[in-house]
Every structure is written in structure tokens, then in C-alpha cells.
């Protein structure tokens, strides 16, 4: 089982002399298949908070397991999965041929990753069937962060980490798109955390919904959204949905004043 566990997190930045805490006393659990979703304030810390998961960078006190190992150790295992608010494609190779961009780029390294996805599957799943052979290029962007959403989910890793993902994109394809993610997500159900500032998105999309503070960024409040799945556009309408918007927003505005 590969739950996520951390422990009294502390993150403290030194740069010329001045000095940010990003994270005091941060405690969190994220169990293997689950959607969480972090939202807070901007500076919070969450990108902070993700980055020290995923191993891309050391947490100045704590502790973090990943399935029993650390974050550097389960990097190196391939375990996480990446998307970017933009992704990053190659403009010249056709949709299918990014999609197979992490495999290659595996196998040049003498790692063959296991558990394969079918790539037209993934791309059928979000409406991109018919650009399989389209060049990256071609793709507008809310098509491209599509190709980058497919290609995590069958890139092999058990974990997606995802800061605003959708942050570039208007807001009609951001909604289209979040079905999207949330179908994708429904079928092959890795561990997801998935920044967001939209309460929208992390009500639709999550299992758990972690609410931070800044200024020392901490968790104010955990979430359980306890909506069924599989998750359909009429949940929008429901008293529950409003009911956890309305207390994710009375949370986030609590520590404003
Ligand atoms: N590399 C760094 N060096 C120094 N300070 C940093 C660094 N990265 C982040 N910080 C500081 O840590 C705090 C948290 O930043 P972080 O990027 O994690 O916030 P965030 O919650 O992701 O914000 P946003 O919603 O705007 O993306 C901020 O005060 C930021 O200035
Ligand atoms: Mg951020």
C-alpha cells in the first residue's frame, strides 16, 4: 500500500538573510486511490507542500513516507506523476508520440515500466480520439493540458501530483475538462492531490479536501466530501454540493479576518 504519511512538516526558506516559513506543523494522511484536494490562500504553501511529497525538494524538519519510503527513494522509483499548469509537450511529435514520451524517456534510462495503459484509451477518455495523430501544436491549450492530464494517467506512476492544473484555461473548458479528469480518474483511481483555488473543482473532484491558512502555511481544516460516485454535472445542483462549498468558503474566510 502506498499511503502517503506526513508528519509534523516544518519548511523554513533562507534567502538573502530573510527568512519564510512556508509550513509549521503540517500532519496529513493520503490513502493509496484517493482524491485530495489542497486549497488555500495564495502563499499558503502548497505548492511547498506538494513539491516536498513528490521529492523535488527536503522539508526543513518532519517526516514524510510513501509507502515506507521517502520521497527522494519513491521518486527515484518512479512512483509520482507530474502535471504542470502547462504541460510539456513536443510541438512537432503527434499526440500519440508525446503520450510515449515518459516510456522512452524510461527505457533510455534502463527502467521498463510495468502496468501499461492502453495511450488511445486514455486519449479516447478525454474526448481527444480524433487527434491521435494531430501534432502537439495543433492542440489549443486546453487540448494540450488534456494530452498532459492522459499521459500521467498512464505514465505507470501510482501517484499524480497536479498544481493547478487548470489555471491557464477559461472557464468553460476548465468545467468540461474537470469531467473529464474526474471520469478519467473514476476508472483507473490513482492517488491524486490536485491544487486548486476553484472550491468548485475540489468539491467535484475530491475524497478529502485539505484546507491551509498562511503565514506559516498550516492545515485549518479537513474535509470528507461525502458525495457517491460515480460523480455526474446534476451533483452540481444538490444542497450537499452547496453545503461543501459553503464550508470550504466560510473556512478560507475565517483565517482571512
Ligand atoms: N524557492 C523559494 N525560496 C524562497 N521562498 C520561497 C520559495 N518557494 C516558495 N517560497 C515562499 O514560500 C511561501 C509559500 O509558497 P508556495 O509557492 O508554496 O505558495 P502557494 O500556496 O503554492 O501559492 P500560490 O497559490 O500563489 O501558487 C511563499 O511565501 C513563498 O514566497
Ligand atoms: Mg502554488
Redesign the pocket.
Given at each position: 500500500m502506498s499511503n502517503i504519511k506526513v508528519e509534523k512538516v516544518f519548511?523554513r526558506?533562507v534567502?538573502r538573510g530573510q527568512m519564510?516559513d512556508?509550513l509549521r506543523d503540517v500532519n496529513l494522511e493520503f490513502k493509496q486511490g484517493t482524491f485530495v484536494s489542497l486549497i488555500?490562500?495564495?502563499?499558503?504553501?502548497?505548492?511547498?507542500?506538494l513539491r516536498i511529497i513528490g521529492g523535488l525538494m527536503e522539508a526543513s524538519e518532519g517526516m514524510i513516507s510513501v509507502g515506507g519510503q521517502t520521497p527522494q527513494q519513491a521518486q527515484a522509483a518512479k512512483q509520482f506523476g507530474f502535471v504542470p499548469q502547462a504541460p510539456a509537450l513536443f510541438p512537432w511529435r503527434t499526440v500519440l508520440e508525446n503520450m510515449n514520451l515518459p516510456f522512452e524517456v524510461n527505457r533510455k534510462a534502463g527502467i521498463n515500466l510495468s502496468d501499461r495503459e492502453d495511450p488511445v484509451e486514455l486519449l479516447q477518455s478525454v474526448g481527444l480520439g480524433d487527434f491521435i495523430h494531430a501534432y502537439a501544436k495543433e492542440l489549443s491549450g486546453g487540448m494540450q493540458q488534456r494530452v498532459g492530464i492522459a499521459r500521467a494517467f498512464g505514465s505507470g506512476a501510482p501517484i499524480l501530483l497536479m498544481?493547478?492544473p487548470f489555471s491557464a484555461l477559461d472557464e468553460i473548458t476548465r468545467e468540461m475538462i474537470s469531467y473529464q479528469l474526474l471520469n478519467i480518474w473514476e476508472t483507473h483511481q490513482k492517488t491524486v492531490i490536485f491544487?486548486t483555488?476553484s472550491l468548485r473543482e475540489a468539491v467535484l473532484l475530491s475524497d478529502k479536501v485539505v484546507v491551509?491558512s498562511?503565514?506559516p502555511?498550516r492545515i485549518s481544516q479537513v474535509i470528507d466530501i461525502d458525495l457517491p460516485r460515480p460523480r455526474t454535472p446534476d451533483i452540481e445542483d444538490s444542497d450537499e454540493f452547496h453545503h461543501y462549498v459553503s464550508l470550504i468558503r466560510g473556512q478560507l474566510r475565517e483565517r482571512w479576518g
Open positions: 519548511k526558506f534567502r519564510t512556508a488555500g490562500p495564495s502563499g499558503c504553501g502548497k505548492s511547498t507542500l498544481d493547478e491544487v483555488h491551509m498562511s503565514r502555511g
